[in-house]
C-alpha cells in the first residue's frame, strides 16, 4: 500500500486538488439533498442517516469514497447559516475569502506555541491583535475560541492583576446583571471565585443606579462585566454611565462585547460603543458580526503588561537562551498549548474588505433586523418584543401562549422549514431571529414571518 499524501510540502497543493473538487462537490450534492435551512425529521432521523453513512467507524480496511459520502452527509444534515431562513443563533454564515484562509491553516497546520513552529504566523498575529485591540481604544489583544474563553480570561487577569487581593486577602468578585452572559458566572466558578453578584436586568440591561448602589454596599476587589450585545436580544448596556459608576468606586470593568464589538468598525453605529475604551478588558468574536469560520474570539487589554499573568516556561519551548537571543516567547498569549493560527482568515478578511467593507456588511444585516420589525409590527398576528438595538429580533404569535411558541420553534425545526431561536424577556417566550446573513432578502423575511405565523395553532 502506498503512502497517502500529506497536505503541505512541495507535493501538497497537487494532492489537494482532486480533494478539493470532491469536497466541493459533496458540498453542492449535501446541500441540494437538504433542501432547506436543516434536515427534517428531527434528531432520530439525523442520527440515523449519518449511521448509515458512516457505517464501521474503524474497518478492517479503508473506503476511498468516505470523504465524499461523509462530507454529503454533514452537508446534507446541516444547519447552513448561509440559508435566509437558518436565523437563530450568533452563527455567521462566513466569508468564502476568509473560509479560504482557513483552508491554508489547515494544510500547513502550524502551532503557535513556540515561534519555531509557526514564524509568519506569529509575527502575523502579533500586528493584527495589536490593531483589533487599536480600533476598540484599547492597548494589545490575544486571541481565543470566542466569547466563552474572552470571558474567562478577563476574570483571570482581574484575579491575577496587581493589588487585586483585598487588605485581608479576598479574592476578587463578579459584579454582573442577570442579562449577562453565562460564561461570566460559570468562569468564576472555575476559577475558584466567589459566588458573582447578579443584579436585576428587568429590561435587559445593567441599570447603572442599580449597580452604583449595589458598589456602594460591596467591600473587597470587584470586577464589573457589562455587555454590549446581549445574547438573548442584542442589548447594549449603558456603558458610559457604567464606566464612570466603576471609576467612581475604583472598581475595575471588563466589557463583553462578542457581539456587538465589531460595530467599532462602521461609522454608521460606532457611537453604540461609547465608553469601550474605559475598559480594562473587552472580549471580541468575529464569527459573529465579523463573518468568519468558528473559532475568531479576542480578548483585548488596556494594559498590556497585564498579559504578563499568563506567562509560563518549558524549556522546549521557550527556552530562556532562546529568548535572550530574540525568539518570541509565544506561551504567555494564551493558556493554551497548541493552538491553530486563527489570525490568518481575520487578517486576510480585514485586509480583503477593509474597514468599509466589513463596515457595509455590519450596516446591512442591522438594518434588515429593522425592517424585519417593521414587518412585524405591521402583522397583526404577531408581536414585537422591541425595537433592535444590533441584528437580533424578538418576536411572537400574538396572544399565543409560551407553550404554543416553543411548539411553533420545534415544529419548524423538525419539518426542516426553519431555524428560529428562543428567549425569555418580560416574563415570556419569545421567537428569536438572529440575522447575520447580508444576502437575505425582503422576501425571505416575508417568508420568514409566514412560516411562523402559519405553524401557530388557530
Request: charged share 20%.
Amino acid at each position: 500500500m502506498s503512502t497517502p499524501p500529506l497536505a503541505s510540502g512541495p507535493h501538497g497543493p497537487d494532492a489537494l486538488r482532486p480533494l478539493l473538487d470532491t469536497v466541493l462537490g459533496a458540498l453542492a450534492t449535501g446541500a441540494a439533498a437538504r433542501g432547506g435551512p436543516l434536515p427534517a425529521g428531527g434528531p432520530d432521523a439525523v442520527a440515523a442517516r449519518v449511521s448509515d453513512a458512516l457505517g464501521d467507524v474503524l474497518p478492517e480496511h479503508g473506503d476511498p469514497d468516505a470523504l465524499r459520502a461523509l462530507v454529503h452527509t454533514l452537508a446534507a444534515g446541516a444547519a447552513d447559516p448561509a440559508d435566509p431562513l437558518c436565523a437563530a443563533h450568533l452563527h455567521c454564515p462566513p466569508l468564502a475569502v476568509s473560509a479560504a484562509a482557513d483552508l491554508a491553516v489547515s494544510a500547513l497546520n502550524p502551532s503557535l506555541d513556540s515561534w519555531d513552529q509557526a514564524p509568519a504566523a506569529s509575527a502575523l498575529e502579533a500586528r493584527v491583535t495589536r490593531a483589533l485591540a487599536a480600533r476598540l481604544g484599547l492597548a494589545d489583544a490575544v486571541v481565543t475560541t470566542g466569547g466563552t474563553e474572552a470571558n474567562q480570561l478577563a476574570l483571570l487577569l482581574a484575579r491575577e492583576a496587581p493589588g487585586a487581593p483585598g487588605a485581608q486577602g479576598a479574592p476578587v468578585r463578579l459584579v454582573c446583571s442577570a442579562a449577562a452572559h453565562h460564561s461570566l458566572p460559570r468562569a468564576a466558578w472555575l476559577l475558584g471565585l466567589p459566588d458573582p453578584v447578579v443584579l436585576p436586568a428587568p429590561n435587559g440591561i445593567l441599570d447603572p443606579g442599580t449597580l452604583d448602589a449595589a458598589l456602594a454596599g460591596l467591600t473587597g476587589p470587584l470586577l464589573v462585566a457589562a455587555t454590549a450585545g446581549t445574547t438573548d436580544a442584542g442589548l447594549i448596556d449603558p456603558l458610559p454611565e457604567i464606566a464612570a459608576r466603576c471609576a467612581a468606586h475604583g472598581t475595575r470593568l471588563h466589557i463583553d462585547a462578542a457581539y456587538g464589538g465589531a460595530l467599532a468598525l462602521s461609522d454608521r453605529h460606532h457611537a453604540l460603543l461609547d465608553g469601550l475604551d474605559a475598559a480594562h478588558t473587552v472580549a471580541l468574536d468575529l464569527h459573529k458580526l465579523g463573518w468568519l469560520p468558528v473559532a475568531a474570539g479576542f480578548l483585548a487589554v488596556a494594559d498590556a503588561t497585564e498579559l504578563d499573568a499568563l506567562h509560563q516556561r518549558a524549556d522546549y519551548l521557550n527556552a530562556g537562551d532562546d529568548t535572550e537571543a530574540g525568539l518570541p516567547d509565544l506561551l504567555g498569549r494564551s493558556t493554551r498549548t497548541t493552538r491553530r493560527p486563527d489570525i490568518l482568515k481575520a487578517a486576510v478578511t480585514l485586509r480583503t474588505l477593509g474597514r468599509t467593507g466589513l463596515a457595509d456588511l455590519i450596516d446591512q444585516v442591522l438594518g434588515l433586523a429593522q425592517d424585519f420589525a417593521d414587518r412585524i409590527e405591521a402583522h397583526p398576528g404577531l408581536e414585537l418584543y422591541d425595537r433592535p438595538t444590533l441584528a437580533t429580533v424578538l418576536f411572537r404569535p400574538a396572544h399565543a401562549s409560551d407553550d404554543t411558541v416553543a411548539a411553533v420553534r420545534r415544529t419548524l425545526l423538525h419539518e426542516g422549514r426553519a431555524v428560529l431561536g428562543r428567549a425569555r424577556a418580560d416574563g415570556r417566550l419569545w421567537l428569536k431571529a438572529t440575522l447575520l446573513n447580508p444576502h437575505t432578502g425582503p422576501d425571505d423575511l416575508a417568508h420568514l414571518l409566514k412560516l411562523a405565523e402559519g405553524h401557530t395553532p388557530a
